[in-house]
């Protein structure tokens, strides 16, 4: 019962544990009991480096020179462990009070010094790779040692384990070589691309007439409508390049954080010197993966692993353009900011703050920045020279002193911990981290202190809801066992609160979806963002004509959830939450059919990277959790069905699905028969229905549709029902 990118942290744990055991001979210890455990949660580790006054590393400090400072209050360090270049040889743990619990020692005949090499094969292109092979083959022969362990690593759309941790260079070239000749999956030259054209298509509507409410005048204005209607194109192919930027960044980018969260946490148990270096060319995080940036990081340190990252892509040149290194206040899920068309294509395409991230001066890098120094590495950039860069970490690395203490506040809340390290020695430079969030160690997806707030209170919003919510989650089989799962909503717009400034309207949201296995209190992923946008008149006037949408997929394994889902709109206070129950059985060979999905909305497809599992050929569902219809509105049912027996006639599967609609316990509509006869050509072969029943001239009130799907070969039946009102 695990989701896809988590399944990576117990594999790297098995693998660490092998490279341990390879190293140490001797039988393995008891493990501490659980008294033990609980008393060593709240030890903190960090990593400290201090240069003189001329920048050079200082490497002959004693635990007694040392005073850390946590929110100002001074902390007993519990374990020492100097530097690998430290001048007496420093080679053994010096620990400084007397206990029998376990601390973060080294035991003899295992390495002080790990690392993880990293090749971001979702970014670095093919160009760039020898420089990046020559510099890493150079640092393994120079500059590895009988005090280093070494694992490389390849992010090729998921995490691939090249070369477990070992101290064999030949094994370790190897496994570089093996990076180098395989294909990478980098997307940096194909978004490259995609903003150049975004530059000309806006140049082109720059430099054409100006569109009233996006429509072409009349063709009686002769040359101005030839005009108009070239910009109307353009900006029509504008919107497309949007989408799919948005939709690639995307792909780049969660595989990247996801394999950087997994070797940290695989890393946590393992005693020594973490550090991982990652060669990238650098990638755009959509404002919906903020909150997996910073889980990123806050796993890194609370597994006192460094994050350095070289530049794979050489000499660029430019720094960060933006103040902030990423915003905060992401905007991607939610379409109904925009005008009706507009709107339905948002849900996978960019946002104004999407935009604003991706151009500027290499914008790319601005997470590299953020990763690395929050974590206590740093960003090597703007040099061809990847040994010389590597060099320069591997000083830092070896000139690092490891402190240990148990926090005097043993509550470990999420929230935020200022840290200082003073030393005795005048005239030093102490570089550390600024701090870390208080995350308890049991915890896989970090929380910031403000879900942690929301979370506190989902007992009594679920109770007492003040904003109408209507939630939805629907489930479709993936490869390899798991599901894809979209979870979406909607919200009247008159029940929010829309805040003036200027001509434009604010909409601020915090959307938090939290799924856990059921019955456990371990968080698996976390869902949502803080939304907020500016409207202006055109699309205010979208939005209430329909109501606010939200969606965004999670994959999940087999096994029993449990979904919790809080909404609050910020400007009024207004808030809601829900708990829904998700159950999704190991495929089978039985015939099998998913919930229907109610829609009111349907379009053409505009970009098909990705999977979209809403999807029937070029057209594209935007689910209606409401159920709520008007008679105008077409009803539109979608489901898919697994299993269909082939037909020994036609050499296919043959389904006969007939929708029944009931009011009162009646029929409203004489039965729908319709037959399915041809499976997708995907991996995983299946039928969709993608109908839609006219409603007009049905009374308002509540209904059902009952769906019964027919396989002929197997003369066997699957029934459902869905309700839905039609509203006056």
């Known amino acids: 019962m695990k989701i896809r990118q988590s399944m990576l942290v117990p594999m790297m744990l098995s693998v660490l544990a092998v490279s341990a055991q390879s190293q140490e001979k001797k039988e393995p210890k008891k493990a501490p009991d659980v008294d033990v455990i609980k008393v060593t949660a709240n030890l903190v580790s960090l990593d400290v480096i201090v240069k003189d006054k001329k920048g050079k590393a200082i490497t002959d400090l004693k635990p007694e020179d040392f005073t850390v400072y946590e929110n100002g209050v001074p902390q007993k360090i519990e374990s020492f462990d100097s530097t690998l270049t430290s001048v007496n040889g420093g080679a053994q743990r010096t620990t400084t009070t007397v ?66 941790f070992t101290q064999d260079k030949a094994k370790l070239i190897a496994a570089v070589e093996k990076a180098y000749d395989g294909s990478t999956v980098s997307k940096t030259s194909e978004i490259r691309g995609l903003s150049a054209g975004i530059s000309a298509q806006r140049d082109k509507i720059a430099s054409g007439p100006e569109l009233i409410d996006g429509t072409i005048p009349p063709p009686e204005l002769g040359n101005n409508f030839s005009a108009a209607a070239q910009a109307l194109i353009a900006r029509r192919v504008l919107e497309q390049y949007l989408a799919l930027r948005s939709s690639l960044s995307a792909q780049q980018t969660r595989p990247i954080l996801a394999a950087l969260a997994a070797i940290s946490e695989g890393l946590r148990p393992v005693p020594g010197k973490k550090t991982l270096v990652m060669f990238s060319q650098g990638f755009v995080a959509p404002e919906t993966l903020d909150w997996q940036v910073q889980s990123t990081i806050d796993i890194a340190n609370r597994a006192n692993v460094a994050i350095y990252i070289i530049d794979s892509g050489g000499l660029t040149g430019g720094s960060p353009t933006s103040g902030a290194l990423v915003s905060d206040s992401p905007l991607g899920g939610i379409s109904g900011g925009l005008e009706m068309e507009q709107r339905r294509r948002a849900a996978a395409g960019e946002s104004v703050f999407d935009i604003s991230r991706q151009e500027g001066l290499n914008r790319q890098q601005d997470l590299l920045y953020r990763i690395s120094e929050d974590t206590g590495g740093h960003f090597i950039k703007n040099t061809n020279d990847i040994a010389g860069g590597l060099e320069r970490i591997d000083a830092e690395i070896r000139s690092r002193y490891t402190l240990a203490y148990r926090s005097t506040d043993p509550n470990f809340d999420g929230s935020f911990r200022k840290l200082k390290i003073a030393v005795r020695k005048p005239d030093t430079n102490v570089l550390t981290r600024p701090g870390y969030y208080a995350i308890p160690p049991s915890q896989i997806v970090p929380l910031s202190p403000a879900d942690r707030k929301l979370l506190v209170n989902f007992a009594n919003m679920e109770a007492h809801p003040s904003l109408p919510l209507s939630v939805e989650m629907n489930s479709f089989r993936s490869q390899d066992g798991f599901y894809i799962v979209p979870l979406s909503f909607e919200i009247p717009p008159a029940a929010v609160q829309f805040d003036r400034k200027g001509d434009k309207q604010r909409l601020q949201l915090d959307v938090l979806g939290v799924v856990r296995a059921e019955g456990e209190d371990k968080i698996l992923s976390r869902l949502g963002g803080n939304f907020d946008v500016s409207l202006t008149k055109e699309q205010y006037d979208a939005v209430v004509s329909d109501k606010i949408f939200y969606r965004q997929d999670v994959e999940l394994g087999t096994g029993n959830y449990t979904v919790d889902l809080i909404v609050r709109d910020r400007v009024s206070g207004k808030s809601a939450a829900k708990r829904q129950q998700l159950s999704l059985p190991v495929a089978g060979a039985d015939f099998y059919a998913t919930d229907a999905v109610l829609s009111r909305h349907a379009e053409p497809l505009k970009q098909k990277s990705g999977i979209d599992v809403l999807t029937d050929g070029n057209v594209q569902i935007r689910p209606s959790p409401s159920r709520e219809f008007h008679t105008t509105d077409d009803l539109i049912i979608f489901f898919k069905l697994y299993n269909a027996a082939i037909s020994r006639d036609t050499g296919t599967p043959l389904v006969r699905v007939t929708v029944t609609l009931m009011k009162d316990g009646m029929k409203a509509r004489r039965p729908m028969d319709y037959q399915l006869t041809d499976p997708s050509t995907s991996a995983m072969p299946t039928l969709t229905f993608a109908r839609f029943i006219k409603l007009s001239g049905l009374a308002p009130g509540r209904y059902s549709a009952i769906i019964e799907s027919r396989d002929i070969a197997r003369q066997q039946a699957l029934k459902q029902e869905v309700w839905f009102v039609i509203v006056p």
């Open 99 to 164: 206990s029998t619990e376990p601390g973060p020692s080294t035991p003899n005949g295992i390495p002080r010094n790990i690392i993880a090499l990293v090749l971001d094969g979702q970014s670095t292109e093919a160009a760039n790779l020898n420089h990046v092979r020559a510099g890493m083959v150079k640092y393994i022969r120079e500059r590895i040692s009988d005090n280093d362990s070494v694992a490389l690593f390849s992010i090729s759309a998921g995490l691939q384990l090249l070369q477990t």
